[in-house]
């Protein structure tokens, strides 16, 4: 099976910008789950969909949002950048409500 | 509050030398706890999950409720063992990551 796929890898914003970034899980996975990564918080949960409807939640601001299709591709929006959001975003997808999650290379975002 | 405690940044250890990274956690509940392991440009990949208690690439971890560790060890570290462990807690729905221990195989 074709693994956890993200796109772009790498993305450059201007603060005040807003941001798209995509996750395609393993096929029949039904679960998306998104990570921020940064060296001084380390991996932080951001929000987790299950079959097109958010099931779980961070503690991020309103700003960060996401969503799920019906082919369980997941989508996340992060609206008024800030220089604090540049980070390893990441992506993880697990089959059903098994916590076994199979993470994707992650979307390098840059904030300038 | 749920917290995953990882209080080593870093281990250096020899080859063939017993490797142990530490983890404690705070939980409420009854906790399902992994680790997590990222090699050099990989991945991050789960290793192991402490409800199948079973030994991959030579570790193994297990679950002291009273002490709320789950210390991750290997008896012979090897040089492909070099990599970024995390250990993980699912806080209701919620995959909670310590901050990770960066383990160095030395030859």
């Known amino acids: ?112 | 509050a749920q917290r995953v405690t990882q209080p080593e940044k870093l281990l250096s250890v020899f080859k063939g030398a017993p490797v142990e990274l530490k983890c404690n956690y705070s939980y409420s509940g009854s906790p399902e706890l992994f680790w997590y392991v990222q090699y050099s440009r990989q991945r991050l990949q789960l290793l192991l999950r402490h409800i199948s208690r079973e030994s991959i690439k030579g570790f193994t971890a297990d679950l002291n409720k009273g002490e709320t560790s789950f210390h991750l060890k290997k008896p012979f570290a090897q040089e492909e063992d070099s990599a970024m462990y995390y250990c993980a807690l699912n806080s209701w729905g919620k995959l909670q990551f310590g901050a990770g221990t960066q383990v160095v195989v030395t030859p």
């Open chain 1, 1 to 112: 099976k074709a693994g956890v796929t993200q796109t772009p890898r790498y993305l450059i914003k201007t603060r005040g910008q807003q941001v798209t970034l995509s996750c395609s899980p393993i096929s029949g996975h039904r679960s998306v789950s998104w990570y921020q990564q940064t060296p001084g918080q380390g991996l932080q949960f951001l929000f987790e969909y299950f079959s097109e409807t958010q099931r779980n939640k961070g503690n991020f601001p309103g700003r960060f949002s996401g969503r799920q299709f019906s082919n369980s591709r997941s989508e996340m929006n992060v609206s008024t950048l800030e220089l604090g959001d540049s980070a390893l975003y990441l992506c993880a997808s697990s089959p059903t409500e098994d916590y076994e999650q199979y993470f994707g290379p992650g979307t390098r975002l840059t904030v300038t």
